[in-house]
């Protein structure tokens, strides 16, 4: 198992950015695809993007395609969300996870996850 830890959240206004960090210890991140997932209050968790274990593939919601670029050093054991042109409805509890299978990008499939951490974007 390893274990996630999400940082980088806070309070932005419309427009502005944000990056997320994911710090991973206990097993190495080269191994696992990883991604990362928000829920936002009453509603249900959902996909945000994914990266595999190298770095060459991505992928996004739509909602967040152009606007959200995911990356990882696996020398750092980390991954990222650089977040940009950033919207109220982007305001939710962001997730980072991690699976050391191969899972359908696109889903929540991962075994591994984090505590969260809240991102809120003001209008």
């Known amino acids: 198992q390893v274990h996630l830890v999400e940082s980088g959240g806070g309070l932005v206004q419309a427009g502005g950015s944000l990056r997320l960090s994911c710090a991973a210890s206990?097993?190495?991140?080269?191994?696992?695809?990883m991604g990362w997932s928000r829920q936002a209050p009453g509603k249900e968790r959902e996909f945000v993007a994914h990266i595999s274990w190298s770095g060459g593939n991505t992928y996004y919601a739509d909602s967040v395609k152009g606007r959200f670029t995911i990356s990882r050093d696996n020398t750092k054991n980390q991954m990222y969300l650089q977040m940009n042109s950033l919207k109220p409805e982007d305001t939710a509890v962001y997730y980072c996870?991690?699976?050391?299978?191969?899972?359908?990008?696109?889903?929540?499939?991962?075994?591994?996850w984090g505590q969260g951490t809240q991102v809120t974007v003001s209008s």
């Open positions: 996870a991690a699976s050391r299978f191969t899972i359908v990008p696109g889903t929540l499939d991962y075994a591994d």
């Open positions: 206990g097993r190495t991140l080269s191994n696992y695809a």
